[in-house]
């Protein structure tokens, strides 16, 4: 079992900056990936950026350049760091643990945590 708890969201003008963090514990050991998603209201949850248990990271287009995405091994912490904020970037952000590879994997979530842009 994995537990994720979310920290760091907050309300910031277009341009500003957010650092968030997920802090995971319980049985982690490769393979898996840690990933950040949101989720705006009234759409889909959708992947900002993922690391893997093997150091290698993916971005949403969207994030690419603005977003970085990182991991403490030692306190199983995984941290985006946001810049360059923009309206379009306001959801709530929820952390993703998935345990496995593939179809065998399994998800665990945090509760999630709200990022506001201001127009």
């Known amino acids: 079992q994995v537990q994720l708890v979310e920290s760091g969201g907050g309300l910031v003008q277009p341009g500003g900056s957010l650092r968030l963090s997920c802090a995971a514990s319980?049985?982690?050991?490769?393979?898996?990936?840690l990933a950040w998603y949101r989720q705006a209201p009234g759409k889909q949850r959708d992947l900002v950026a993922r690391?893997?248990?093997?150091?290698?990271?993916n971005y949403a287009d969207s994030v690419k350049g603005r977003f970085t995405i990182s991991r403490d091994n030692p306190e199983n912490t995984v941290y985006l760091q946001m810049n360059s904020l923009k309206p379009d970037d306001s959801a709530v952000y929820y952390c993703?643990?998935?345990?496995?590879?593939?179809?065998?994997?399994?998800?665990?979530w945090g509760q999630g945590t709200q990022v506001t842009v201001s127009s």
């Open positions: 690391i893997f248990s093997g150091g290698s990271t």
């Open positions: 993703n643990f998935r345990k496995g590879l593939g179809s065998t994997s399994r998800d665990y």
């Open positions: 319980g049985s982690i050991f490769a393979p898996y990936s």
